[in-house]
């Protein structure tokens, strides 16, 4: 069993950036893709941003040149650089470890992007 901790969601202005943390409690990012996924009310929860083992990198369209996801293998520890953000990026956002039908997911962290 992994557990993953999600911090750093919160309030930003629009235009405003946060930097979004998830600890794994085992040095798994060797092996599994590590992924940010985030969820509205009455909508299902959609894919934002993933890392593979090897470090390669897929982003959905609306958030491209905007979030950036990286990660320290030492300190198992996978984030997610948030800039320019806009109110439709509202949401619980979660950290998930992936490898193949094996998920672990976070409790989840709340960004709401307002003024």
């Known amino acids: 069993q992994v557990q993953l901790v999600e911090s750093g969601g919160g309030l930003v202005q629009p235009g405003g950036s946060l930097r979004l943390s998830c600890v794994a409690s085992k040095n798994i990012f060797n092996i599994y893709t590590m992924g940010w996924y985030r969820q509205t009310p009455g909508s299902q929860r959609e894919l934002v941003a993933e890392i593979t083992s090897g470090g390669s990198t897929n982003y959905l369209d609306s958030v491209k040149d905007r979030f950036t996801i990286s990660k320290n293998n030492a300190e198992n520890t996978v984030y997610l650089q948030m800039n320019s953000l806009k109110p439709e990026d509202t949401a619980v956002y979660y950290c998930?470890?992936?490898?193949?039908?094996?998920?672990?997911w976070g409790q989840g962290t709340q960004v709401t992007v307002s003024s």
């Open positions: 998930n470890a992936k490898l193949y039908n094996v998920l672990f």
